[in-house]
């Protein structure tokens, strides 16, 4: 890789000599003690052979103003824990040779190239691998106006690219996997819950329908019937088999003393009414 050219370079002030022009693609700049820089450019002569001679400027410099190419690659953060892979391109060249020279960085590329990852990190961790291509936009953007506040000028636009290499996106596939397991076995525990919850609503619907067909039975003493609707394995049903049998149990047993009271009465021969029942009383 060639040497890159310095930025700007002292001259030798003679004060009994005025410079000559600048040279095409440079300027020249005279600093004096307590002055602001003179800068004289190309076809300019600059200062009077009587400005020299009294000292209103102490040196002078040549600055290079010729454009200027950059690229780099760099790995940068983003806003969902990977990492960017930017690749960079730029072209570039002084635009305000004072500030350059009190900046006094005679190496432009490594300035301008450490000035671009610093707005370049500040920037891409706002965004996720999803928002790449307005992060590009917005980087190159911000590069731009860094350069230009730092006394350079961009030549066209920056060109820069985000991607994600190949370890990164075997990640990223991997945890979007993950997460469609995750997201899917949500849904399956969603649908269930909402199966279980319909099923529960029709169960609760059937027995109240249920349960007026059974208060009817009830009423009339239909209790075969009823029998018949109930399921023994069910618990509420078990429940309500057990009252029905208990219920057919005393009328059984109150049809048995009512059969041995007439058993009695016609044994005993014909009695009054108010017998029988002294005699029920007894059994």
């Not at 920037?123 to 917005?138: D, F, W």
């Amino acid at each position: 890789m060639p040497e890159e050219k310095l930025l700007f370079v002292e001259k030798e002030l003679n004060r009994w000599k005025r410079p000559e022009s600048p040279k095409p693609g440079t300027v020249l700049v005279f600093i004096g003690d307590g002055k602001p820089p003179f800068v004289v450019y190309e076809g300019e002569r600059g200062p009077t052979q009587g400005e020299l001679l009294w000292g209103k400027y102490s040196t002078f410099y040549e600055v290079d103003m010729g454009d200027r190419s950059l690229s780099f690659d760099e790995k940068l953060p983003c806003a969902d824990g990977l990492d960017f892979h930017a690749e960079v391109r730029l072209t570039y060249a002084v635009s305000d040779p004072a500030l350059i020279l009190r900046r006094r960085r005679t190496d432009a590329g490594e300035f301008v190239k450490d000035l671009a990852i610093e707005v370049m990190q500040r920037t891409s961790r706002r965004y996720t691998h999803e928002q790449s291509g307005e992060a590009e936009n917005v980087i190159a953007t911000r590069i731009e106006d860094e350069v230009r506040e730092r006394g350079f000028k961009l030549i066209g636009s920056a060109f820069v690219n985000l991607s994600l290499d190949e370890a990164v996106k075997t990640r990223l596939v991997n945890r979007k996997l993950s997460n469609y397991d995750f997201q899917d076995e949500k849904v399956q525990i969603s649908r269930t819950a909402e199966l279980d919850d319909l099923q529960q609503t029709a169960k609760l619907s059937l027995k109240g329908k249920r349960a007026e067909m059974f208060a009817s039975l009830i009423k009339s003493g239909d209790w075969q019937t009823l029998l018949a609707m109930l399921d023994p394995n069910d618990p509420e049903d078990q429940a309500i088999i057990g009252m029905v049998e208990a219920t057919l149990n005393q009328q059984k047993i109150q049809a048995e003393k009512q059969q041995k009271l007439l058993e009695l009465a016609i044994e005993k021969g014909a009695i009054e009414g108010w017998q029988l029942e002294g005699l029920a009383k007894n059994l």
